[in-house]
């Protein structure tokens, strides 16, 4: 096939504030371009090109859009917006040796059809170069920085340990229910209480691995929750989304209990407010409050493609119905923007994925 000559292309053209997203429209925070397609030559002997194949859509991309964070996306430039995603190697530089062209490779590429730059250190070929032995999409979720964010999660910061209980809030999102399972089908929780926006994805949690969950738009919901979680409390704690959630769950805490600070989606388009009520239960409960990151623990990612491999196969794990959302962009690149700003209207089940390209 022959090389690619122009791609389209989203920039950002203006940060996001607490406004919210606009995905499209006049006042879009993006734009779509097309832009001619460079080579890896000596002058970049470093680089590759890829075609994107699928993109991972997440809620933290929007802390990129604040401002360019870790130039993730800078404002105003003719730079793609960045995301996680697969794409398949078409060229590479003279002094590429870990990558050949027709590799599939996950890395941090971006919104565009075709992309060349230097691959990160974190870039590796989707299941070692084997034929996939799941769907595309699951090399996006689970078996990517979603699962490995729930595995270092449980296993790093929070050291759970089989018998303990454990609630985790956005558990029916990308990382949220891999928790869920993991902490319950592989490391053996004693109980393990899911909080999710829904009744049908509350029964879908208790299918797949909660002992109870909890729907946190209900009117009852402090009282539902206290009553799954018991009156001996939780060890520990999986939060995903801050504000009122995470208000709620620290009074159903055992003392010393462990709280794992992974997201906080309900606050990505808020300001906030500081909240000494809650400050004072971790006080007195004397929580131990830990933030943590999955960019501090890529080294875990072998051991964590193994152990989370082996749990999919042997069915602790389950990939399929209610795991992800796939959206079919192959000729509509322009939906990119508003597939991913479906993130923060609930649209989602699991995983949101989109693909580009066969």
Not at 47 to 69: E, K, Y
Request: hydrophobic share 40%; proline share 4%.
């Amino acid at each position: 096939m022959s090389l690619p000559t122009n791609s389209k292309v989203f920039i950002l053209n203006r940060s996001i504030d607490d406004s919210g997203v606009k995905a499209s429209g006049p006042d879009s925070h993006f734009t779509l371009t097309t832009q001619p397609v460079t080579l890896p030559s000596p002058e970049t002997p470093n680089f590759i090109l890829v075609q994107v194949l699928a993109i991972s859509n997440d809620p933290a991309q929007i802390l990129w859009f604040r401002g360019g964070a870790r130039d993730m996306a800078i404002v105003g430039k003719a730079d793609p917006v960045k995301t996680y995603g697969i794409g398949r190697v078409l060229a590479v530089g003279k002094n590429v040796g870990k990558f050949k062209t027709g590799d599939l490779i996950f890395d941090m590429i971006a919104w565009a059809e075709y992309y060349t730059y230097e691959p990160t250190d974190r870039a590796y070929v989707v299941n070692g170069g084997r034929p996939l032995e799941f769907p595309l999409s699951t090399y996006l979720g689970i078996l990517a920085t979603s699962g490995l964010t729930a595995y270092v999660g449980l296993k790093n910061t929070l050291e759970f340990k089989p018998g303990q209980s454990l609630i985790v809030s956005g558990a029916a999102g990308s990382v949220g229910h891999v928790v869920v399972q993991y902490a319950k089908n592989v490391l053996g929780a004693s109980k393990v209480v899911a909080i999710a926006g829904s009744g049908d994805k509350c029964a879908w949690l208790e299918k797949h691995g909660a002992d109870k969950a909890v729907n946190y738009k209900s009117a009852e919901f402090t009282n539902e929750l206290a009553e799954a979680v018991g009156p001996d409390g939780a060890d520990a704690f999986f939060d995903n989304v801050a504000g009122r959630v995470y208000d709620a769950v620290l009074p159903n805490m055992k003392l010393h209990g462990k709280v794992a600070l992974c997201g906080a989606i309900s606050q990505y388009n808020s300001k906030g407010t500081y909240n000494a009520g809650t400050h004072m239960v971790v006080l007195i409960r004397r929580l131990h409050v830990i933030g943590f990151t999955v960019r501090d623990h890529y080294d875990e990612t072998p051991n964590f493609m193994k152990e989370c491999t082996d749990a999919i196969k042997s069915g602790k794990i389950w990939i399929g119905e209610g795991t992800e959302t796939v959206v079919d962009l192959r000729g509509k690149f322009e939906g990119i923007p508003e597939t991913w700003a479906g993130l923060f209207q609930g649209k989602n089940n699991g995983k949101l994925v989109s693909i580009l390209a066969d």
